[in-house]
């Protein structure tokens, strides 16, 4: 099995290496290498900063009163990734996702405004989605491989931190049922919550403020590297929040992100439940 996942894996990552050097021909060609955003609207209707700061503070006070029914008697406060006690508080975080997830997509719709264009059409949005996965895979592969040299060179008695979700699927005391719960949680929640949030309220925030792509497109993207808190991963999340960033506003549409976002996650969900032995050399580790 681990060969069958490495081979189809290093399949993906030249499929993506092709991707990304026909893209790059074609923007040389046609002279859009400078701004592949050229032509394509900002758009003007987003929530303010204090809406931003809004959101926050809702899904905290929701993450709160979520652990405070779920988790009951289970009051650790940093419990061990996989214990019963840390899958309760994990089920009360995705519940305040989820709570969070109607929210967002209520202050998107309020803000949404004519200057957002027509959005892509199913295929094209698909097809814009997977692109944009067989893309972010060979670049993140390889800043993977640069960030574990790095944290190698700096604490060479460390080793690198491992996201808590991966820590959890390994040792999980809720067995079949837990590893459920993570699935669902990095190839549903995570998707649709980050995407909503980031590629959503703040980048629609940054371009309210701004009215300019790229530095929405930037900030967002910095955003959701540290976000993960993963030393390692933060430039290749980084790179994918570029990704993500510019193909919410290419295609004028969230979902074609969610997909981008489910996609990359699926792939870290199947080295870790098929081959663990392989996830360090792959790439990051998701969200």
Same mark, same amino acid.
């Given at each position: ?20 050097? /026909?893209? =790059?021909?074609?923007?040389?060609? @046609?002279?859009?290498? @400078?701004?592949?955003?050229?032509? *394509?609207?900002?758009?003007? /209707? ?13 899904? !905290?006070? *929701?993450?709160?009163?979520?652990? +405070? ?32 997830? /109607?929210?967002? =997509? ?5 803000? @949404? ?5 027509? +959005?892509?059409?199913? *295929? ?81 925030? *940054? ?36 990704? !993500? ?6 295609? @004028?549409?969230?979902?074609?992100? =969610? ?29």
């Amino acid at each position: 099995m681990p060969q069958m996942v490495q081979v189809a894996d290093n399949v993906l990552l030249t499929l993506g290496a092709a991707t990304l050097l /026909g893209l =790059i021909v074609a923007a040389l060609r @046609r002279g859009t290498w @400078r701004d592949p955003l050229a032509g *394509v609207p900002v758009p003007i /209707g987003g929530p303010s900063f204090l809406g931003v700061v809004a959101v926050m503070v809702a899904f !905290l006070a *929701v993450q709160y009163l979520a652990v +405070s029914l779920l988790a009951g008697a289970a009051t650790a406060d940093d419990p061990v990734p996989g214990s019963d006690t840390w899958h309760w508080h994990h089920l009360a975080g995705n519940a305040a996702a989820v709570v969070m997830v /109607g929210l967002m =997509i209520a202050a998107l719709a309020a803000a @949404r405004t004519p200057a957002d264009g027509p +959005s892509v059409g199913i *295929v094209a949005g698909l097809l814009a989605a997977v692109a944009g996965w067989l893309i972010v895979l060979p670049i993140s592969a390889v800043q993977a491989e640069m960030g574990r040299i790095v944290w190698e060179w700096l604490h060479p008695q460390q080793a690198p931190p491992v996201h808590v979700v991966l820590q959890a699927l390994s040792r999980s005391e809720w067995g079949a049922w837990g590893t459920v719960q993570l699935v669902l949680g990095a190839l549903i929640v995570a998707p649709l919550t980050e995407e909503l949030f980031f590629r959503g309220v703040l980048l629609g925030a *940054v371009c309210y403020h701004f009215g300019r792509a790229w530095p929405a497109i930037v900030a967002t993207a910095v955003a959701f590297g540290l976000a993960h808190a993963q030393p390692q991963d933060i430039i290749p999340l980084i790179s994918l929040g570029l990704v !993500l960033g510019y193909l919410r506003l290419r295609c @004028r549409a969230l979902w074609p992100c =969610i997909v981008l976002h489910v996609l990359f996650n699926a792939r870290t969900m199947a080295f870790v439940l098929l081959a663990p032995e392989l996830l360090e050399p792959t790439g990051g580790s998701g969200s």
